[in-house]
């Protein structure tokens, strides 16, 4: 059988979606995953499943939905498949009228809560598209899943239908870069030599990663997107006083700003913007920090029940992390202490980052944690449920 995956982003850093598309093909499935083109694509990487990206003129904003979407749902009429999986909202109506018009299994992955994004809820008008078309989807959708519990159970509630859980867990390194990525800065990872291939994919990931300025160890990391609400105008105004590094690895909409208020206050020499990275190359940036910073201002429904892709990463690093107060994390660390969960407070999330940065008793126990808990919290194990969930459709 033949699934479809649909995104709005960039197909070579979508790691969730990478993890599913190569999970199922490995399983039997022949699978594409469709996105876009941007204008500062880097060049497709080549993977074990089919790729496809759309052009588009529109980069943004509502000419550049209604565009992609008219495109993807052009590129559907005459596509042969037997499973269509739509990814969040804004590539939910083509799968609509594929459903009404085809007979194809629809599936829904939802990464958030769309509607009630910063973007979104604060324009009235357009969230009540969105929760129109977030109606439609829950309507048609033959199976409906999201990336946590608390989404989950939110869905459920306000829907009543039954919304299955797969959770973004971070594959082993040996894993990543031996089972989604076929080619790796042009290093080859043919199955016949695979003892030598991984060493040389290895070798030429170590070799790309960018300088770090700081010493292993010795400094906080953030690694995500630089936007509206992740908490980092919060973390640069604490470091002020608080002297520990940090290197933020990402890009987004508030990168300018955030360098500004870095020059405006000599940070210059504790905060360093690597930029975009990546996703194959994080995890050996990630293993040489101290710490990982993962609080995010609550800025709506969508975030308080949101969970972070980096949560799982910095654990599979065996990195603890100073976490959000918000269901999820505080359901996730009473099972295993992997950090300090702190109050969107700066005096409680500075104490806290001198807990992780000075008191090595505190962060030992934290770092045992972690070890415990990526025996769990892997993809190994996810993906198995998934595995089940598209099964069920054979």
């Not at 654990?315 to 992390?321: D, N, Q, Y």
């Amino acid at each position: 059988m033949k699934a479809v995956f649909c995104v709005t982003n960039d197909l070579n850093t979508d790691q969730r979606m990478i993890r599913i598309c190569s999970t199922l093909q490995a399983a039997g499935w022949e699978v594409e995953l469709i996105g876009r083109k941007k204008s500062n694509s880097s060049e497709l990487l080549e993977r074990t499943f089919k790729q496809t990206r759309l052009n588009c003129i529109f980069q943004r904003g509502k000419f550049f939905y209604l565009e992609y979407n008219l495109r993807l749902w052009f590129y559907l009429l005459f596509l042969k498949m037997d499973l269509l999986c739509v990814i969040d909202l804004d590539t939910a109506l083509p799968g609509i009228f594929m459903k009404n018009f085809r007979s194809i299994y629809l599936v829904y992955d939802a990464h958030e809560l769309f509607p009630m994004v910063p973007e979104v809820r604060n324009r009235k008008m357009v969230q009540r598209i969105w929760f129109w078309v977030e109606r439609r989807i829950f309507k048609k959708a033959d199976l409906i899943y999201t990336v946590g519990s608390a989404l989950a159970d939110y869905f459920q509630q306000k829907y009543h239908r039954k919304v299955e859980v797969i959770r973004n867990m971070p594959m082993s390194l040996s894993a990543e870069s031996n089972f989604g990525i076929i080619e790796l800065n042009s290093v080859a990872s043919d199955s016949k030599t695979s003892n030598t291939a991984k060493s040389k994919t290895a070798n030429a990931a170590e070799s790309n990663i960018p300088q770090i300025p700081f010493n292993d160890g010795t400094f906080i990391l953030y690694q995500g997107a630089l936007n509206q609400g992740r908490g980092l105008e919060r973390l640069l105004r604490i470091l002020i006083q608080e002297e520990f590094p940090l290197l933020l690895v990402g890009s987004g909409d508030v990168e300018a700003e955030l360098k500004q208020f870095v020059r405006d206050n000599r940070l210059q020499d504790r905060v360093h913007f690597m930029g975009f990275v990546r996703p194959e190359l994080l995890p050996q940036i990630t293993r040489k920090a101290r710490m990982g910073y993962n609080v995010s201002e609550n800025e709506g429904l969508s975030y308080y029940l949101s969970l972070n892709n980096k949560f799982f990463d910095y654990v599979e690093a065996k990195l603890p992390s100073l976490i959000n107060d918000f269901p999820e994390y505080v359901a996730l660390t009473q099972e295993f202490k992997v950090g300090l969960v702190a109050e969107l407070n700066d005096t409680v999330i500075a104490e806290k980052l001198r807990m992780l940065m000075k008191n090595d008793e505190i962060y030992q126990e934290c770092v045992e944690n972690c070890i415990k808990a990526r025996e769990i919290w892997s993809w190994k194990n996810e993906s198995q449920k998934l595995i089940d969930l598209y099964n069920s459709f054979l």
